[in-house]
């Protein structure tokens, strides 16, 4: 993936996680700002998405990057803006996760 790419991609994960942190935001739909940014960002981000496949980066590695970042993203803004606590198992998977999108990175870096 080319740095074009990859920041294209970041790009969808930033709008993601907004999406994400909105839909707690909306409380069940009921909110019209968070509402629209759930829709909007989620839109976009799955634009994105689209982009880099058209230019023939392989799904599993966008998604499985997508996913992961935007996991990681979400859980630890939730922990800062909300006091959502993490236990020692989800910080082990938070740790895991992140070792697992830089393998995939970093293995994908050298197979092309």
Do not use: C
């Not at 739909?29 to 023939?56: C, D, E, M, W």
């Not at 392989?58 to 922990?79: M, R």
Request: charged residues 5%.
């Amino acid at each position: 993936m080319s740095l074009p790419q990859f920041l294209l991609l970041l790009l969808a994960i930033g709008l993601e996680v907004l999406a994400t942190l909105s839909l707690k935001l909306s409380e069940g739909f009921t909110r019209l700002i968070p509402s629209i940014l759930v829709a909007v960002g989620y839109g976009f981000a799955f634009y994105l998405q689209a982009l880099l496949l058209k230019q023939n980066v392989p799904v599993g590695v966008i998604y499985a990057i997508w996913s992961g970042l935007g996991t990681v993203s979400v859980a630890l803004i939730a922990v800062w803006l909300w006091g959502e606590k993490l236990s020692l198992p989800a910080i082990l998977g938070i740790a895991l996760v992140i070792v697992g999108v830089a393998l995939i990175n970093l293995t994908t870096q050298n197979a092309h």
